[in-house]
């Protein structure tokens, strides 16, 4: 991959990573100002709430998992290439999803093997 076109990868990842910290942040913000108060029913839409943001923050830290680990594979020189094959990752998969670590054809060899296993 081309030095230019890992300047661009390395900027969105970092630019991601940046909006996921600060989406982790507001969330904590918004757990401290917001006391739970009202009936029973209220109460259950909060802890149901809660739950939901809960769950989305554990997705997002599983996705900063991934910006971190792409950010490291630019500075080690291999972002770009497939785990599995070692063959380069087309750029518009790249595109659609930086943190990318198997090409289309490992991947769908993965899904597939989990269909089975499930």
Not at 5 to 13: E, H
Not at 60 to 75: F, G, N, T
Not at 81 to 106: F, G, H, Q, T, Y
């Given at each position: 991959?081309?030095?230019?076109?890992?300047?661009?990868?390395?900027?969105?990842?970092?630019?991601?990573?940046?909006?996921?910290?600060?989406?982790?942040?507001?969330?904590?913000?918004?757990?401290k100002?917001?006391?739970?108060?009202?009936?029973?029913?209220?109460?259950?839409?909060?802890?149901?709430?809660?739950?939901?943001?809960m769950?989305?923050?554990e997705?997002?830290?599983?996705?900063?998992?991934?910006?971190?680990?792409?950010?490291?594979?630019?500075?080690?020189?291999?972002?770009?290439?497939?785990?599995?094959?070692?063959?380069?990752?087309?750029?518009?998969?790249?595109m659609?999803?930086?943190?990318?670590n198997?090409?289309?054809?490992c991947?769908?060899?993965?899904?597939?093997?989990?269909?089975?296993?499930?």
């Amino acid at each position: 991959m081309e030095a230019k076109q890992l300047a661009f990868f390395k900027d969105l990842l970092i630019q991601q990573r940046y909006e996921i910290l600060n989406k982790a942040d507001s969330f904590k913000e918004e757990a401290k100002e917001s006391p739970v108060q009202g009936d029973e029913g209220d109460l259950a839409v909060s802890e149901l709430n809660l739950a939901l943001n809960m769950r989305l923050q554990e997705r997002q830290a599983q996705l900063l998992s991934k910006v971190d680990r792409a950010l490291a594979k630019i500075d080690e020189g291999t972002f770009g290439l497939c785990e599995s094959c070692d063959e380069p990752l087309a750029i518009p998969r790249l595109m659609a999803r930086p943190v990318a670590n198997l090409c289309i054809a490992c991947k769908e060899e993965q899904e597939n093997k989990e269909r089975v296993f499930a």
